[in-house]
């Protein structure tokens, strides 16, 4: 099961840290993923971590976002910089392991 979490309201510039906690997986073994779904729009990749510690990004958001895992606390952090309006959305944990996508957590960027 995965559970995401720490999004929230946010001004453009600032800042926010996700969380996605795994019960039944090991994160470290897997590929895990953060995608992303706005009001209206299909969901779409966001970034997504290897079990050999490579990452990759999308285009919108290279540069600002980083995604890492905790591997004693069996968890995997994207942690989001200079947002902007259009990152607005609820964004969701993946692996391609898990049985579902589990809940997400809703991101507001707004002035």
């Known amino acids: 099961q995965l559970q995401a979490s720490g999004g929230g309201l946010v001004q453009p510039g600032g800042s926010l840290r996700l969380s996605c906690a795994a019960s039944g997986i090991i994160v470290s073994r897997n590929l895990m993923a953060w995608y992303r779904q706005a009001p209206g729009k299909q969901r779409e990749f966001v970034a997504r971590i290897r079990s050999s510690g490579t990452a990759d990004y999308a285009d919108s958001v290279k540069g600002r976002f980083t995604i890492s895992r905790d591997n004693a606390k069996n968890t995997v952090v994207l942690q989001m910089d200079s947002l902007k309006p259009e990152d607005t959305a609820v964004y969701s944990c993946?692996?391609?392991?898990?049985?579902?996508w589990g809940q997400g957590t809703l991101v507001t960027v707004s002035s």
């Open positions: 993946y692996t391609p392991v898990a049985a579902s």
